[in-house]
Every structure is written in structure tokens, then in C-alpha cells.
């Protein structure tokens, strides 16, 4: 497993932009798909992006497509989202998260076992 550190969350305008932050500890990070789920208030935690380990390849959810874009650098153990055109929707915990994963399978959170504690992200309209 890796411990997670997330960074970066607050409130901005609806249309605005935010980047938020992963910092993993672990020597092993670069074998890990990395993703951000989200959980609004009263719902069920749900899949954002992932990118896969080696950082080709990168899912994301339909709600996001086009205003969100992940990265991650396999050198200082870090992943990143930047979150442009955000909407009051886009308003949530955001949670970084470590597993493996292939295909469709990245898109099932039970695929990964190592969370971070979250990040407040509020859009205002």
C-alpha cells in the first residue's frame, strides 16, 4: 500500500479553475493506476479519472471530459488534477486513490485499496 496526501482543494466561482494535488509515499508508485473519486454530500463516492501506472492511458468520467485533465510524475510520486470550467455539480470531497486496475476495471473504485483523506472542493454559482 501507499499513504496518500491530497492538496489543493477550496472555493472558486462556477467557471473558474482549481488543481488539485497527490503526493504518495512508497517506492513502488509507479507500478499503481492513480485516480480521484468524489463524494457529494448524501451520495455515493464516485470515479472522476484514473491514469494508469505507466501515465499512457487516462479514463475519465463522462461529467468531465474536456474540463478535467490528470498527470502524474513518476519521478516525485505525485499525480494532479486540473479542473477547469467547474460547475456547482463539480462540488465535492475529492479523494486520491492507489490501485491496479485494467480497462474497465479502473473505473470500479473496489479496485483500489489506498485513500487519501480527501479534499473540499465548493463551486459557487
Known amino acids: 500500500q501507499v499513504q496518500l496526501l491530497e492538496s489543493g482543494g477550496g472555493l472558486v466561482q462556477a467557471g473558474g479553475s482549481l488543481r488539485l494535488s497527490c503526493a504518495a509515499s512508497g517506492r513502488t508508485f509507479s507500478s499503481y493506476a492513480m485516480g480521484w473519486f468524489r463524494q457529494a454530500p448524501g451520495k455515493e463516492r464516485e470515479f472522476v479519472v484514473v491514469i494508469t501506472s505507466s501515465g499512457h492511458t487516462a479514463y475519465y468520467a463522462d461529467s468531465v471530459v474536456g474540463r478535467f485533465r490528470i498527470s502524474r510524475d513518476n519521478v516525485k510520486n505525485t499525480i494532479s488534477l486540473q479542473m477547469n470550467s467547474l460547475k456547482p455539480d463539480d462540488t465535492a470531497v475529492y479523494y486520491c486513490?492507489?490501485?491496479?486496475?485494467?480497462?474497465?476495471?479502473?473505473?470500479?473504485?473496489?479496485?483500489?485499496?489506498?485513500w487519501g483523506q480527501g479534499t473540499q472542493v465548493t463551486v459557487s454559482s
Open positions: 486513490a492507489a490501485g491496479v486496475c485494467a480497462g474497465d476495471g479502473c473505473y470500479d473504485r473496489a479496485n483500489f485499496r489506498s
